[in-house]
């Protein structure tokens, strides 16, 4: 089974670890094109790849790494969203994983969220309606890798 990774840039370090928890256990894993990066080079710290909030002129790189997690999300069997507190919001789904979401949505694919639907979020409507699949916080609450 292929599971693609999507969630927000700040939670790229849990993504490369839960992408090693899933591929220990028979999992074949995509992470974000920026998170494999940030493993790389063992720097987390998403400021230093978001330059457009610098430079305006660098928002073709945001527009191109969305279209190669799209193309990512397209090549899954299912998507997990990595969803966490950020900014005091608990479990915490972006405009950009929305997105994603509803790409993988279109394509018939699964939406697994990690932890809960995040009932404060303005989001609400749309991630339930995508037919989220909240694992509660258990990695193991996927369905097996076969």
Known sequence: MIITICSSASF????????AELERAGYTVIIPENAELMKQRNDFEVTHYKTWFEDAKDYHKKATLMRHHFQEV?????ILVL???KHGVPNYIGG?????????????KPIYVLNE???ESSFLEEIVGLGSIP??????NLPAAS
């Not at 790229?12 to 992408?19: C, F, G, H, K, L």
């Not at 397209?74 to 299912?78: E, I, P």
């Not at 694992?135 to 193991?140: D, F, N, S, T, Y």
């Open 83 to 85: 969803n966490y507190e």
């Open 96 to 108: 950009n994983v929305l997105m994603e979401m509803s790409l993988a949505f279109y394509l018939n």
């Open 12 to 19: 790229y370090r849990q993504a490369v670890d839960v992408q």
């Open 117 to 119: 639907i995040p009932e």
């Open 74 to 78: 397209k090549k899954a069997d299912a």
């Open 135 to 140: 694992l509660h916080g258990k990695i193991e």
